[in-house]
């Protein structure tokens, strides 16, 4: 879901300056793509300047593709301008991720730690539980996402603080990074203050959003990830309605699973992690290359 966070407006007449109302509400449209659904937002209003009551109007459109991610946003105003922001709308984590974090204590950031986790789900699936619980399957469906999340996160900031080449290629390549500005003063006042930086950025990283995490890790690690994130996509979706909506999709449907889908989520999730940990360990990449 998209939300319009900032809408500051300034009067081209007078020059005054204020806030659009809060309490916009948007229109929504949809239509079905390659990686689910594409949700089309729409926030219009019509007011007049609250100093010199000269009229203005203004249009903002925004388009949430694949579902969570931000794809495009434009607009169109008349008689102010506009300075506004939308952005994914951040709910509130529940119990539930407390739970799944703590779990056996277990944080997965290796290949062989993520390989365990794996492991343990699949035998989580021949508990009886499971033919007795849907929550069980849930948690065990979600927890496969976390664990992916994990081996994401934990495997690029340990590789970037092993290899300076790799920290180089993020302060060059990824652009939340690379127009950082830092006076000569801040460098030689602390010298390690742009690292600080750096894997500050790292850890804030969203790991679900796999399109941008799949860019970020062929900017730092120089691969191509020839990969669809086709069937990942949803997997992500249905674990964060599950942990955030109480386990229902945005339209309120009870979200169902069964052994076998929550199999295939298991298998599409080690897949896609193989794929990128081959590409990242220079020995198995050339094992792929030569056959």
Wanted: proline residues 3%.
């Amino acid at each position: 879901m998209l939300e319009l966070k900032k809408c500051h407006l300034k009067c081209d007449k007078c020059g005054a300056e204020f806030d659009a109302s809060s309490d916009l509400e948007s229109e929504t449209y949809s239509e079905e793509r390659s990686m689910g659904m594409q949700i089309g937002y729409k926030w219009t209003h019509e007011d007049e300047c609250p100093l010199c009551h000269e009229p203005y109007s203004f249009e903002i459109n925004a388009w949430e593709y694949p579902i969570g991610f931000l794809d495009y946003e434009d607009h169109k105003n008349k008689g102010v301008e506009l300075d506004y922001d939308v952005d994914v709308a951040q709910e509130t984590y529940d119990e539930w991720d407390d739970f799944w974090k703590d779990w056996e204590n277990l944080a997965p950031s290796t290949f062989d730690e993520f390989n365990l986790t794996m492991q343990k789900l699949r035998g989580m699936l021949e508990s009886d539980l499971i033919l007795t619980n849907d929550m069980f399957l849930k948690m065990v469906d979600a927890f496969a996402v976390t664990a992916m999340e994990a081996y994401l996160s934990g495997t690029l900031i340990e590789k970037v603080k092993e290899d300076d080449t790799y920290l180089l290629n993020v302060a060059k390549n990824i652009e939340d990074l690379k127009n950082e500005k830092m006076t000569l003063y801040e460098i030689v006042e602390n010298p390690d203050k742009a690292k600080k930086r750096i894997f500050e950025k790292l850890y804030e990283f969203m790991y679900h959003n796999l399109p941008k995490i799949k860019c970020i890790y062929e900017a730092v690690f120089g691969i191509k990830i020839d990969y669809s994130l086709k069937n990942l996509i949803p997997i992500v979706q249905r674990r964060h309605d599950i942990v955030h909506r109480n386990g229902k999709n945005k339209d309120g449907k009870e979200i169902v699973l069964d052994t076998a889908m929550v199999e295939q989520d298991i298998e599409v999730i080690s897949s896609f992690v193989k794929k990128i940990n081959c590409l990242i360990d220079p020995f198995l990449s050339q094992i792929m290359k030569n056959g």
